[in-house]
């Protein structure tokens, strides 16, 4: 096939990577919003018991990617970004098809596991894509865009797929995996052909793994991760529940399809703008603005277990989720500009492996509380989320401030 030009490669490479994690995430979010009911047999109705086994199952897939994910960081560096991500996305897609024939616990969970590793083999290469070719002064911005399209693609999957918990029975939904399986695959097609050949094949390096070892373990490095761990904690449990806790509560499954559905296209204006507001005013900023709206979002959320959706707390809620939206694109321009080309998917790798092992803590840790403690037990986990990102952006700070003074007395 032809060789790419050289100024047309790098656009035609974003093109890829932002098409494809469109399909992905979108792929993702139809099929994790119905998981739950899908392993249960029905659509509303959670209890102690069934909270559990959906929670271990769904919590096997962030296994998967944690324990993987630094291998796929290391292969995009040493054999291009591209293989790997195909690689991913055509295991994933085919693990999808399977599992729309079975609803055995027993195939699931080793399913699900094989799915969290084409997971990590999937995000790691197409963010180091995207900082591979992102400009200094446009990182923010450039991972805004990212960003936006990987939530819309969440989010309008989970959109669709509440909807369909409200709208079909039960024993449609293995249509809701082959669905995915092909949304996946087409956006296999979609980068595929939007690289050419010049992608496609790998551009094998040479590098030292003691390097590798000493940038992924740098202190600002994982100051910038962590809180990751800390708000997939949160975000994993929703992923995994909300549809059919939300359907148990009363709340129709459509309603909450629009509303999801509506904040996706917010999401689609709103971070690119704030990854070129990262830009201009400092990426730490921008984080500090998104780790109080976290904070604002814990508090209220304890308050809404605790009274329901009052029009108050969700029109608070939804303020808060701007604010949080504002540390994705710093946070991930932030960790772009402390990485190094030359391990730079495995640099990204750790960021992916947070969102899994948060993904992993998260899950045992509500549905444990949950189980135990009933109401008090989240309230106790919005709270503990909310004191840890607020001790981690501390931290954050301090280290800024040593440099800041460090470079001034050279």
């Known amino acids: 096939m032809h060789e790419l030009e050289p100024v047309e490669a790098p656009r035609r490479e974003l093109r890829a990577v932002l098409g494809a994690t469109f399909f992905v995430r979108f792929g993702f979010g139809l099929t994790v919003s119905v998981f739950a009911a899908y392993i249960l047999g ?26 993987t994910v630094v291998l796929s960081g290391l292969a995009a560096d040493r054999y291009g970004r591209f293989p790997v991500l195909f690689g991913g996305m055509a295991v994933a897609a085919a693990v999808l098809a399977v599992v729309s024939f079975t609803r055995a616990a027993w195939a699931l969970a080793p399913l699900n596991l094989v799915f969290g590793v084409a997971s990590g083999a999937i ?45 079909v029975p ?42 590798v070892r000493a940038a992924i373990l740098r202190r600002d490095v994982l100051l910038v991760v962590l809180p990751w761990l800390v708000i997939y904690m949160l975000i994993g449990t929703a992923f995994v529940f909300l549809g059919t806790a939300s359907t148990g509560a009363g709340i129709p499954a459509t309603y909450l399809a629009a509303v999801i559905g509506g904040g996706g296209l917010v999401l689609l204006a709103t971070q690119p703008y704030l990854g070129h507001l990262a830009d201009r005013y400092g990426r730490f900023r921008l984080m500090t603005v998104g780790t109080v709206g976290f904070v604002l979002l814990m508090a209220i959320a304890a308050l809404l277990s605790t009274y329901g959706p009052l029009p108050v707390l969700l029109g608070a809620a939804g303020v808060s989720i701007l604010l949080a939206l ?44 949950f189980a135990a403690l009933g109401a008090v037990g989240l309230d106790l986990f919005f709270g503990s989320i909310a004191a840890a990102l607020v001790v981690l952006t501390g931290l954050r700070y301090v280290d800024l401030r040593r440099a800041k003074v460090a470079s001034a007395m050279v």
């Open 326 to 369: 504002a540390y994705g694109p710093a946070a991930l321009a932030a960790l772009t500009d402390l990485s190094e080309q030359l391990t730079r998917a495995t640099t990204m790798a750790v960021y992916t492996l947070m969102i899994s092992l948060g993904m992993i803590t998260g899950l045992a840790a509500s549905t444990g509380l």
């Open 170 to 211: 039960n024993h449609v939904l293995p249509w809701v995996f082959r669905l995915g399986a092909a949304l996946l695959f087409a956006g296999l097609v979609v980068a595929r052909y939007s690289v050419g050949g010049q992608g496609a094949r790998g551009r094998p390096t040479t590098f030292d793994l003691a390097r």
């Open 42 to 67: 029905r659509s509303s109705g959670l209890d102690a018991d069934t909270v559990g086994l959906v929670g271990v199952i769904a919590a096997l897939s962030p296994i998967g990617e944690f324990s």
């Open 123 to 167: 995000l790691a290469p197409s963010l180091a894509v995207v900082a591979d070719r992102a400009k200094a002064t446009e990182r923010g911005r450039e991972m805004g865009r990212f960003d936006a399209v990987n939530l819309l693609g969440w989010i309008l999957g989970f959109a669709i797929g509440f909807g369909l918990l409200g709208l």
